[in-house]
């Protein structure tokens, strides 16, 4: 994998306070492998293309909607690596064709494994099982979160990121939160967003980065994966006034929260507040149709 040769625009969302709050989007960094997922794997895939493996194999785990699982296939056919998604929910064996994001993992080569919530949930005894049946392959976990791919999220920060005080990420697994506190400057706060309902966040955290400058909040509306009307009818608000694309289960809920630390005064007079947008639009056609089975209101797209 070689580093695209763009530079990532940090765009200003104007408030009327005296804060100031930017917004990176790392979202453009590849137009398939999208976002933080895109940093996670670089050293990972680098790594083992390096022992230059007779039959690349990468095989990696996710749900249905899984951001990594579409940049896992992705960066596969892009790379001339053979890749297996191991897939939560048996249900889906015969209708992944239904599910854009498994379609699209597909038409990238994608081969398909899926199995019952309870097998998925049993990772360890899962991953031991594949190395013994593909002992050359690489074994991503899930989600990409390993030290390399916490390496990976420095890049994610640069000369321009340093002037800010505060630096906001969504947190699903906690790797790019990590990777941020860790390579984050001395004076820099760095806030994760919670997508996920995990008391262990904070321990995994501070396990990848060792450093105490991270604060989680708590922005999951109750579950991973849930997409209350309030989030959709913020995500639609945020495209018409700034012009900007967010996705239910990262970004929009990160976004809806610093708005919210922004009403609730947490922020100090004078703050600049980066928050990285860390990509995973390609999940809103699957959201949609989920919603849409419910009678419920659909997240606009950006039209390109
Ligand atoms: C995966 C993902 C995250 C969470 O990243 P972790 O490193 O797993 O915490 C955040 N935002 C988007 C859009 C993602 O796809």
Request: contains cysteine.
């Amino acid at each position: 994998m070689t580093i695209p040769e763009i530079s990532i625009p940090i765009t200003e969302i104007p408030l009327e306070k005296n804060i100031k709050l930017f917004i990176k989007r790392e979202d453009l960094i590849h137009p398939d492998i999208s976002g933080n997922k895109f940093w996670k794997l670089y050293y990972n895939i680098n790594q083992y293309l390096q022992q230059r493996p007779e039959n690349p194999f990468m095989i990696t785990f996710g749900g249905a909607f899984s951001n990594h699982i579409a940049a896992v296939s992705a960066l596969g056919k892009d790379q001339g690596i053979k890749t297996l998604g191991i897939i939560r929910g048996d249900e889906l064996q015969d209708r992944w064709q239904d599910n854009p994001t498994l379609a699209f993992a597909h038409s990238n080569g994608m081969a398909f494994r899926f199995v019952t919530r309870a097998e998925y949930r049993n990772k360890e005894s899962l991953t031991e099982n594949l190395h013994k049946e593909f002992p050359d392959a690489s074994i991503i976990p899930e989600g990409g979160t390993n030290i390399l791919a916490v390496k990976g999220i420095q890049h994610m920060l640069n000369e321009g990121t340093k002037s800010f005080d505060y630096l906001c990420t969504a947190v699903g697994t906690g790797g790019t939160v990590a990777g941020i506190s860790k390579f984050a400057e001395e004076h820099q706060q760095v806030l994760g967003f919670k997508a996920v309902n995990d008391p262990t966040l904070e321990d995994e955290v501070f396990k990848l980065s060792e450093r105490k400058n991270f604060k989680l909040i708590e922005a999951h509306d109750g579950s991973y994966g849930k997409i209350t009307d309030e989030n959709v009818r913020f995500i639609n608000n945020f495209l018409e006034y700034y012009g900007i694309q967010l996705e239910p289960m990262y970004t929009g809920k990160m976004m809806r929260n610093i708005f919210r630390l922004l009403e609730d005064g947490f922020f100090p007079e004078n703050a600049r507040i980066l928050a990285f947008h860390t990509g995973g639009l390609q999940g809103i056609p699957g959201a949609n149709r989920m919603l849409d089975e419910q009678n419920r209101p659909l997240i606009k797209l950006m039209k390109s």
